[in-house]
């Protein structure tokens, strides 16, 4: 696998190979790479001549510097997964290659998709993410962007944002990977002592909850009562809300387009986001 950290070395690459035809999927990332991770790498393989991933951990998206500060920094383990999963190129930049003086700002109007939810409890978040993304995806040029459920406001901000820009890539969207007792993958549970860790699992179970509660009670209803159930100690939840999957905004009533339970929950410092597509009409 290669690792290239300059703009002007990764498009030398590309420009090579796509004149040779080849499709590229591309894996963007902020590092500390677990499964869920690598099963993006693996779809991107399947469907791909070539795959790229990139590892930049993003200062724009961190409202709070504590988080970035403390955000898993392990290249070298990474980079071992990533030549293990048959990755060809890992672009690696500085920041100084992603935001050279003088860059514009990318302006999508994003309709609200970035004030709830997420959006609403970390402010200016999302602005980042859509600075990075569009800035990645202008070097790569990719034919397919890789990215997983379990980021669901995040994906569907991207997705808005590649439609509004008529950005000429597909995004695919991949299902969260679990730990066997269903913590959802993420780079955060690192952090999280062993202990932490198999608690954790209370929140996918929690959340699930919501597929049989759907049957009997409206949607606010079960929002609250699972708050309530997810809200004792050591657990800390910010939101457990219903909304539909397009608009993220929270549902009223059942309608047969597809509604999603998200939540985010902290526990032991760590904020930990999951979320579950209630209806059969999977988005992808
Ligand atoms: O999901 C992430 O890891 C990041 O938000 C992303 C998409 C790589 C942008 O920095």
């Known amino acids: 696998m290669l690792i290239l950290r300059t703009v002007q070395d990764i498009q030398s690459w590309l420009t090579f190979h796509s004149a040779k035809g080849s499709s590229i999927g591309f894996v963007p990332t902020m590092g500390a790479l677990h499964a869920g991770h690598i099963s993006l ?35 070298e383990a990474d980079s071992l997964l990533l030549s293990n999963a048959g990755c060809d190129v890992l672009f690696y930049p500085s920041i100084a290659e992603i935001y050279p003086p003088g860059l514009a700002q ?30 990645l995806l202008d070097i790569v040029r990719p034919d397919r962007l890789y990215m997983g459920q379990k980021d669901f406001q995040q994906f569907t901000i991207i997705d808005h944002m590649i439609k509004e820009l008529n950005l000429p890539v597909q995004l695919v969207v991949c299902p969260i990977s679990r730990e066997p007792h269903g913590l959802a993958m993420s780079s955060r549970n690192e952090r999280l002592s062993t202990e932490g860790r198999k608690q954790a699992a209370f929140i996918y179970s929690t959340l699930s909850k919501a597929i049989d509660l759907k049957n009997t009670m409206k949607p606010e209803q079960i929002c609250l009562q699972l708050f309530d159930e997810l809200n004792q100690d050591p657990f800390k939840p910010e939101y457990v809300d219903i909304v539909g999957a397009d608009d993220l905004l929270p549902i009223k009533t059942w309608t047969d387009s597809p509604v999603v339970i998200c939540t985010a929950v902290w526990l032991e410092g760590i904020r930990l986001i999951d979320n579950i597509i209630l209806s059969l009409a999977a988005k992808e």
């Open 41 to 75: 790498i693996d779809r991107a393989k399947r469907e791909n001549h070539l795959t790229v991933c990139s590892i930049f951990v993003n200062p724009t998206q961190f409202n709070d510097a504590k988080d970035l500060e403390k955000y898993p920094r392990t290249l």
């Open 106 to 135: 990318v302006k999508v109007d994003l309709k609200g998709l970035d004030l709830v939810m997420e959006g609403a409890h970390r402010p200016g978040h999302f602005e980042g993410v859509v600075q990075v993304v569009h800035r």
